[in-house]
């Protein structure tokens, strides 16, 4: 990044001595950390993977804003290493964040995050020492310049774990963290909205959106520097590409919390229908009062700066996916739970709906740099996307296919609305959808929040208070917006019409003719094109019929 800063700000409480010795490795040549760096080529062979052939600094200099993507991406979609062999090392245990610097370290990351271990409120730091401007994180320096200070990984290892790149079953694991979520509770409503033969949709998004996984993979690889979907933005379309992409990004985000509240609202008002609350005039009913109870659950959980426990417990997410997909198919074979209602093979008039919510199962694209630079074996990431888009697909699919032949045409959006909360099974569904949600709220505005804390002034940065004001009116503003568009289903698919489609489809696409400009070939350019048609017309036809589905429902 354009900005310095001092030794302090990204060595964790570091030794003079340590630092002196590491000032003095900036005077090696750069070719000695070639193995370093976190650029690979286009290529991507496994020997010369790690760096470009000539060792000129990187002509890429993103921009001030936003400075945490990286960072706030990394805590949102990683999941903890399995290896445990780095909870003794001093730094950590200082850091206090085992999750947190194995994710960060292995990824070659100058970004080292040390105000995050400390609480957002009453949080001191050392005069000398430089804050960004958004309270999180420091200014960083380019990427070369902060790799040249890990010449030798054998000399660093009192501060840093040897391993520091995820391995396959790591990326994958990441990969379906990202990608399976909330979503696969509306796809038996999907199939309710699209018929059978709109299921068929389902498996060609994953398709086209795998294909684009492996476009941001050449962006990346196609200059140094290149590391997040906003570089990737830059490169093709200058700062306002950068800028709009990330907007585009953090609304999304925005988006899914919104969802969160929406989803916690009806599942807690289905378990308990009756409760209330009579303040003399002023009554809520049950929705309302648990969407409520919600956001005043969440919003400590969002002031926090050490997101370690909550990434922790996020990363279960895939268990709790699982754990739900599991219960429903347990209620339908072993307790026979759904009527035999009347099944639609193709429902045209609601097609664009599902469409929308089909469109929403594969929004993971916004993190998946972060997954491809993790790698300690990039030529891998074709092979991590594979799993990750077969295991998540078999998931939906599984969910959608039994959902709707369990609840045909009644089925709500989501299926745990539909289930009897008498059963265990039921129960079991229910709390685990309730529970996850919590866990990843703080998570999903961290981006957001910390992009908008960047653009505090700087004579005002060391003041927390404007922190704390900017994350409790983002989440206060998601319960409004909860609350004045309580539609789980139209929400949904107005995200996956519109964020998603633009996010997964359009922009790789676009980013990658831009990008290597002359570089492709005539059926890369071909299935570019035709994967941009199918994207805006899914998103005009999927954006409006959401859009007039929410208006009809007011």
């Not at 005043?296 to 997101?307: K, Q």
């Not at 097609?351 to 300690?376: D, K, M, R």
Request: one cysteine or more; charged letters at 15%.
């Amino acid at each position: 990044m354009k900005n310095s800063v001092s030794e302090h700000s990204f060595y964790i409480e570091s030794d003079d001595d340590d630092d002196h010795q590491e000032e003095k490795q900036l005077d090696k040549p750069e070719n000695e950390d070639g193995n370093d760096s976190d650029s690979s080529n286009y290529s991507n062979d496994d020997n010369n993977e790690n760096d470009f052939p000539d060792s000129k600094p990187s002509s890429f200099n993103p921009p001030a804003w936003p400075q945490s993507y990286r960072q706030s991406m990394d805590i949102y979609s990683s999941v903890p290493s399995p290896s445990l062999t780095f909870l003794g090392t001093p730094s950590l245990t200082r850091l206090g964040s085992s999750f947190l610097a194995s994710s960060l370290t292995r990824r070659h990351t100058p970004e080292v995050l040390p105000s995050l271990h400390k609480p957002l409120i009453g949080d001191e730091q050392a005069p000398h020492e430089r804050r960004s401007s958004h309270t999180l994180l420091p200014p960083l320096p380019s990427r070369r310049s902060a790799i040249k200070k890990f010449p030798d990984e054998k000399s660093v290892a009192h501060e840093f774990p040897v391993s520091r790149q995820s391995s396959y079953g790591q990326g994958v694991l990441n990969g379906i963290n990202v990608l399976c979520g909330v979503g696969i509770l509306s796809t038996p409503y999907a199939v309710k909205e699209g018929g059978w033969a709109g299921l068929s949709i389902l498996f060609i998004f994953g398709v086209l959106s795998y294909y684009t996984g492996i476009l941001l993979r050449y962006c990346l690889d196609s200059q140094p520097g290149l590391e997040t979907y906003p570089d990737i933005g830059q490169a093709a379309f200058g700062t306002v590409g950068r800028i709009i992409i990330s907007i585009i990004l953090y609304v999304e985000l925005y988006s899914c919390c919104v969802e969160y509240i929406i989803l916690e609202g009806d599942n807690l008002s289905a378990l308990f229908p009756n409760a209330h609350l009579n303040l003399g005039g002023f009554q809520l009913d049950a929705r309302h009062l648990f969407a409520l109870i919600t956001t005043l659950a969440v919003l400590p959980t969002v002031w926090l700066r050490d997101l370690t426990v909550l990434s922790c417990i996020s990363a279960g997410g895939v268990i709790a996916s699982v754990m739900v997909v599991i219960c429903l198919y347990w209620l339908g074979l072993v307790d026979h739970v759904g009527s035999q209602s009347e099944h639609t093979v193709l429902n045209v008039s609601s097609l664009p709906v599902a469409i929308g919510l089909y469109g929403y199962c594969y929004s993971g694209h916004a993190v998946f740099p972060n997954i491809y630079t993790s790698l300690e074996k990039r030529s891998q990431f074709p092979a991590v996307l594979l799993t990750s888009f077969g295991i998540v697909t078999v998931l939906y699919a599984g969910a959608a296919v039994m959902g709707y032949m369990m609840f045909g045409d009644s089925a709500e959006s989501q299926f745990t609305l539909n289930l009897p909360t008498n059963l265990v099974a039921s129960k079991i569904a229910f709390w685990t959808t309730i529970v996850n949600p919590f866990t990843k709220y703080a998570l999903t505005m961290a981006p957001v929040a910390m992009s908008l804390e960047e653009l505090i002034p700087s004579n005002h940065a060391k003041s927390h208070m404007y922190g704390v004001l900017i994350r409790t009116a983002l989440v206060i503003s998601t319960l409004l917006v909860a609350l004045k568009v309580p539609f789980f289903g139209f929400v949904m698919a107005l995200i996956g019409s519109l964020f998603t489609m633009l996010v997964t489809l359009i922009l790789p696409c676009a980013c990658f003719l831009r990008i290597l400009k002359g570089k492709t070939s005539p059926i890369q350019v071909s299935a570019c094109i035709l994967i941009i048609i199918i994207g805006v017309i899914s998103a005009v036809i999927g954006s409006y019929s959401a859009l007039s589905k929410i208006i009809q429902s007011l």
